[in-house]
């Protein structure tokens, strides 16, 4: 067994406008393995999207520690600067979310391409990189549309297409088949199986989706701010 994530005691808590406290994380630990389909399932306001972005390094943790396991090199996400982090997730993990968070004004193409040119590649290359990956979504044909013409399914594939440029070792996803109807929701399931046999890419879901569920490596539930 490999593991490329460790995540040991995360505890996570927000305060409301009245100042009161709500636990939301509660000592998660659990290994994620390299190239698997991990889905992280339980109930709404379990703390399932709280984790991803713990482990994302898009929130930080009250407490524990999130180890990336990059090239047999052990990372502990608390000994990197915002600087360092920033381009820790850049290179290293990439999000497909519920909503696609496309941005409007740019075209298909010019969606995947950004967090390549961010990273400081050169657009000759980012650009040819993007097509190939818009022709394995199947949205090659609408690389020059715009997100508000294209359907909910379009949309999403381009999203993974987005967090695959840059090649990542994981990719997170929080809900990603939410706003889709059933026959968008299983292209997208086996889309994700698709990528993950090609590049060996590891995905941990966070879904209330019994397709997606059946179609992972592990599913670990959460319930009451633990993974149980």
Do not use: C, W
């Amino acid at each position: 067994m490999s593991v490329i994530i460790e995540i040991n005691n995360i505890t996570k808590s927000y305060s409301n406008n009245k100042k009161e406290k709500n636990v939301v994380l509660k000592g998660v630990s659990t290994s994620i393995e390299r190239s698997k389909i991990i889905a992280l399932v339980g109930p709404s306001g379990v703390g399932k999207s709280t984790l991803l972005h713990i482990i994302g390094t898009i929130d930080e943790p009250d407490s524990g520690e999130i180890i990336y396991n990059i090239d047999n090199i052990p990372k502990k996400l608390s000994q990197f600067n915002r600087s360092e982090l920033d381009i820790f997730r850049n290179k290293t993990i990439g999000f497909v979310f519920q909503f696609h968070y496309l941005l409007p004004e740019f075209t298909a193409l010019e969606n995947v391409m950004l967090p390549k040119l961010i990273s400081g590649s050169k657009p000759s290359d980012t650009k040819k990189e993007a097509i190939k990956l818009l022709e394995l979504t199947g949205v090659a044909d609408k690389q020059n549309n715009k997100p508000m013409e294209l359907s909910g399914g379009e949309q999403q594939r381009i999203a993974i297409a987005r967090a695959l440029i840059n090649k990542p070792e994981i990719v997170l996803a929080d809900e990603p088949t939410g706003n889709l109807d059933a026959k968008n929701a299983m292209s997208f399931v086996d889309l994700i199986k698709q990528i993950q046999f090609e590049f060996s890419t590891t995905f941990i879901i966070a879904t209330h989706s019994s397709e997606i569920a059946s179609i992972s490596d592990v599913v670990l539930k959460m319930k009451d701010g633990k993974i149980i």
